[in-house]
Nanobody, 124 residues
């Protein structure tokens, strides 16, 4: 049974930082691209970042480029999202996802597994 479990969400002031983690189990982690998506209230789920199986290639949404960094540890079956310079508009539930190809996640396709999400709130 595949499980993706996110952690690290919380309340953070604008300009602050958070590090999200996603621990994977039940799948061959190093054979999957991993990604992060988010869904703000009233909005559709959107792509945030993705990383290839070997960490060689990383993709970012324009809205987070330069502020967020995705990384992974294949020995620990964990993917991370370091979020810096947080803004009000980063408030959302953040979801971890696994796909065979990280590149496909940019277009919102290919995801085979999802976590249940962790809430990030940047208050006004």
């Amino acid at each position: 049974q595949v499980q993706l479990v996110e952690s690290g969400g919380g309340l953070v002031q604008a300009g602050g930082s958070l590090r999200l983690s996603c621990a994977a189990s039940g799948l061959s982690f190093s054979n999957y691209g991993m990604g992060w998506f988010r869904q703000a209230p009233g909005n559709e789920r959107e792509f945030v970042a993705a990383i290839s199986r070997d960490s060689f290639t990383r993709y970012y949404a324009d809205s987070v480029k330069g502020r967020f960094t995705i990384s992974r540890d294949n020995a620990e079956n964990t993917v991370y999202l370091q979020m810096n310079s947080l803004k009000l508009e980063d408030t959302a539930v953040y979801y971890c996802a696994a796909a065979r190809l990280a590149a496909s996640m940019r277009g919102g396709s290919g995801m085979e597994y999802w976590g249940k999400g962790t809430l990030v709130t940047v208050p006004s």
